[in-house]
């Protein structure tokens, strides 16, 4: 099975203000205490953020690069028993192709920050 190779973030304002500070996201609360960081492919955003950032304003979808993190990257089976792309190391600037504040489509499906 061919995995995609981008896959998205979402990030809290204050995350994003210092992935971009600090060149570098070590991980949400939630990453640290499993151990890896979370992401999403395309087609699994706007369920992650349905789900885990409900009522939640303010946030960013940041669109990583997942060849330049090689084998950092793991697909392993999450919710529903669909595989997610699990990052085990942290989130480098430079792996981050493009990012934009949170926008919705109008049915709800959220947007992808635009790449290249």
Request: aromatic letters at 6%.
């Amino acid at each position: 099975m061919t995995h995609p190779t981008t896959a998205y973030k979402v990030l809290t304002a204050e995350q994003m203000a210092t992935l971009e500070t600090d060149g570098v996201f070590t991980g949400a609360p939630v990453d640290r205490q499993d151990g890896y960081i979370h992401l999403s492919t395309a087609a699994q955003l706007t369920e992650t953020v349905n789900k885990h950032f409900a009522g939640q304003n303010d946030l960013h979808v940041a669109a990583v690069d997942l060849e330049a993190m090689g084998d950092a990257v793991r697909w392993e089976e999450s919710r529903g028993g669909q595989l997610f792309p699990h990052l085990y190391a942290d989130l480098p600037l430079n792996a981050v192709v493009a990012y934009s504040p949170l926008k919705r489509d109008d049915d709800g499906t959220v947007r992808l920050p635009v790449t290249g």
